[in-house]
């Protein structure tokens, strides 16, 4: 491991780390420097931007050190070091997928934590014993798997992997006799690379129990929802996994229930005339992702308007693309385009924040006419993904190299996706879903069936000009990855106020 001794001033925070400082905390880890010292090394990148050890950068500081032991990786760009932030935010402790701040915390109140700390000596800040990570010991992985058979937490490795990607090493933390007190995704990970030999860091047997507590259940509170707002909003773009050759569930649970989507053949003769039935010829779908839906249902005949403002190119997300779609659909929109059906299929799922929900259902009231109805397809709270990581759900080969976790701002957030790109995800119950679009519809029928929560609105409630003003100032201003914005408003005010017959600006 390249850690290296260097002056506390050569490294500096990040200016967006998720987790938030309680004073209570940062005294908690004054007394494990004091008691247990470095254990592991401050993280930063190349120019020496802090991506794990914020808090103990701080304590060590008003402790009086002068110098910490660093970790230094190579040159990452912003999204890069702001996605390894929140991976180091996991996997310092080891956790699995059910975790939570909450949880490790109610864990940690139960414990004397004082008493732990009081058999230990203090560490002479600068000493040795203060710096111990920088000299780690090299252990055969065999002897350390060997003693601790059996303790794999297949979520931590997966963990550590995605550090590994990037070069990130973390020693492993052991009591004398190899029992990993820290590190045990970390063990098993290099264990499958058949690395020979692992860093380790040894506690005493009477440092143990404290050590235990101060790595694996000393938490911050996380505060991604507000440090990452933006990213969490241009990050939910749809992902390119996989092509589909048929609508997907958001546009057919209405006329083929819950039965699979491959089943249903919109260029079968009666499988059309079944579903122009239901949702008529003028379609609009409102976040169309890859277009699926709108090139499938065009080359029917049907027609289909798209809006996608995130629309994925080769490299990311193609914002001149997205623009010009925006452009196409808002001229629909001022010109007074009649859509008989509205959807809104998977979109809620990636949408970080109820209030940006609320905006979407409000504008697809706005745009409805007294005929139009709105189809809404969101991922349920049954669906695998979230039961994995309340833990009830078995891991399978398929989401094996997932590494996701809670989020407690809002009932039903988890975020993942580390290796690519930080995405939320939002699992809805039937009274979210009621409580959602009854602000805006007078008729809202609800149903949970293919794990999914699909609504079926219509008898659009009059909008509230304030309150579609603020639809529209998020919606058509939306974030992008190089830190430009959409700066469509005015384009969007024009449009719907034509469209209205009124003056929202």
């Known amino acids: 491991m390249k850690i290296t001794l260097e002056p506390i001033d050569a490294i500096r925070p990040s200016t967006y780390n998720p987790r938030s400082a309680v004073p209570e905390r940062l005294d908690l880890i004054e007394l494990s420097l004091r008691k247990l ?94 710096l111990r990570c920088l000299k780690p010991a090299e252990v055969p992985v065999k002897d350390l798997c060997r003693a601790n058979a059996g303790r794999w937490i297949q979520y931590a490795r997966n963990l550590a992997r995605t550090l590994h990607r990037h070069g990130i090493l973390m020693p492993i933390v052991c009591r004398e006799d190899l029992t990993v007190i820290n590190g045990i995704g970390r063990l098993e990970m290099l264990a499958e690379k058949k690395v020979v030999d692992a860093p380790v860091v040894f506690v005493t047997n009477d440092e143990a129990e404290f050590a235990r507590a101060m790595m694996n259940l000393l938490s911050m509170d996380f505060d991604i929802h507000t440090r990452y707002a933006d990213m969490l909003r241009f990050n939910s773009f749809r992902r390119a996994r996989r092509v589909r050759r048929e609508l997907g569930n958001g546009f057919i649970f209405a006329t083929h229930g819950a039965k699979p989507c491959h089943t249903f053949d919109i260029g079968k003769p009666a499988d059309r005339a079944r579903w122009i039935k239901e949702h008529g010829t003028s379609i609009l779908d409102f976040g169309a992702g890859h277009l699926t839906e709108t090139f499938l249902l065009r080359q029917q005949g049907i027609d289909c308007t798209p809006f996608e403002p995130y629309r ?194």
Request: proline share 5%; hydrophobic share 40%; net charge negative.
């Open 312 to 505: 994925l190119g080769p490299g990311g997300i193609n914002k001149a693309e997205s623009v010009e779609l925006t452009r196409e659909f808002l001229a629909q929109v001022a010109a007074g385009k009649e859509w008989t059906s509205i959807f809104i299929a998977s979109v809620l799922n990636s949408v970080p924040f109820r209030e940006d929900r609320e905006h979407i259902a409000c504008l697809c009231a706005a745009l409805c006419k007294p005929f139009t109805k709105v189809y809404a397809c969101a991922s349920s709270a049954g669906e695998s993904g979230w039961r994995q990581v309340n833990g009830k759900a078995f891991m399978n080969e398929s989401n094996a190299g997932n590494i996701a976790f809670r989020l407690d701002y809002e009932p039903g957030i988890r975020i993942g996706d580390f290796q690519d790109k930080p995405k939320v995800q939002k699992y809805h119950t039937i009274p979210e879903f009621r409580d959602l679009f009854g602000q805006f519809f007078r008729s809202v029928k609800v149903d949970d069936f293919s794990n999914n929560i699909n609504a079926t609105c219509a008898s659009a409630r009059p909008v509230d000009p304030a309150r579609l003003r603020a639809a529209i100032e998020f919606e058509f201003d939306l974030p992008y990855p190089d830190g430009t914005r959409m700066d469509l408003v005015q384009c969007a005010m024009d449009a719907f106020s034509q469209r209205l017959q009124t003056d929202l600006k």
């Open 37 to 130: 010292g470095f254990i592991a090394p401050i993280f930063a990148d190349a120019d020496g931007e802090i991506l794990s050890g914020h808090q103990r950068h701080l304590v060590a500081e008003r402790i009086g050190a002068t110098h910490v032991p660093v970790f230094r990786t190579k040159a990452l760009d912003l999204d890069q070091r702001k996605a390894l932030n929140i991976v180091f935010n996991r996997a310092t402790n080891d956790f699995d997928f059910h975790h939570t701040p909450g949880k490790v915390t109610a864990e940690l109140e139960s414990l004397d934590i004082q008493a732990l700390a009081a058999r230990i000596p203090d560490k002479e800040v600068g000493s040795d014993g203060f």
